[in-house]
């Protein structure tokens, strides 16, 4: 019992850690977001070097282990110069990382939707941009919610990764707190049940967009 009474003393660094994270997660995730859907426009079209560059980049997102993509960005960039704080290195490297199987995830999509929708677009009179926006973007999104669902799970736990390169989240918190008082069941397990709640918060929302889209007359595959 007296564990647990340490673990309530140390409330105040999960409690930091646990903002710390749901703000990288929240951040993170949006931008992914917003860069997946932003390399799908640009991908689309014939294919030229610019648009094999920009499958490269996705590609070498997808290849490289995420946390060699944090040291690189937070230890390896001052060596040229750059230097980013541990949050920003953090944030920037979730984006990229995840932006990159946001891309991939609506590509799937994008690929299965069928080319009526489009061509009743151009017919009228719609150009590329609205296109992209009033039909392919809303398309691949809606039926491709439970891979965006899953993929979203993993840039949360991605997160516990950047305890290594400084960043206090939950797990830096957790290990801090077993570290100090030596207690590491207890610690990392308080640590999960944070994790669990917003994994859960992350179900309910993809599940209330499914039957938002459903309503809409989007359905899933």
């Known amino acids: 019992m007296s564990e647990w009474m340490t673990i309530w003393d140390a409330r105040d660094a999960f409690f930091g850690g646990f903002l710390n994270t749901i703000k990288l997660f929240g951040i993170s995730a949006l931008l992914g ?11 689309e079209g014939p294919t030229n070097r610019a648009r094999q ?11 490289i282990p995420f946390l060699i993509l944090a ?20 944030l920037i490297s ?32 719609f150009r590329h941009h609205l296109v992209f926006l009033r039909v392919i973007l809303p398309n691949v999104v809606m039926t ?14 991605d997160t516990a990764f950047l305890c290594i390169i400084t ?18 069941m207890k ?4 640590a999960i049940m944070l994790y669990w709640i917003i994994s859960l918060l992350i179900e309910y929302a993809i599940r209330w967009l499914g039957r938002l889209g459903k309503q809409r007359g989007f359905s899933h595959v």
């Not at 690189?72 to 960039?77: D, K, P, V």
């Not at 979730?94 to 891309?103: D, E, I, K, V």
């Open 144 to 157: 491709s919610l439970p891979l965006i669902g899953n993929q979203l799970i993993i840039c949360l736990k």
């Open 167 to 184: 960043v206090k989240e939950v797990t830096a918190a957790a290990n801090s707190v077993q570290a100090t008082y030596f207690i590491p």
């Open 53 to 63: 560059g920009l499958g490269l980049f996705v590609d070498a997102m997808r290849t």
């Open 33 to 43: 977001l917003l860069l997946g859907a932003l390399l799908l426009y640009l991908l």
């Open 94 to 125: 979730l984006t990229l990382y995840h932006g990159a199987y946001f891309c991939e995830i609506f590509r799937s999509q994008r690929r299965v939707m069928p080319k009526g929708l489009i061509e009743a677009a151009q017919a009228h009179g």
């Open 187 to 190: 610690a990392f397990l308080v």
């Open 71 to 90: 040291y690189l960005l937070y230890y390896g960039l001052p060596q040229g110069g750059v230097r980013l704080t541990a949050d920003v290195a953090g």
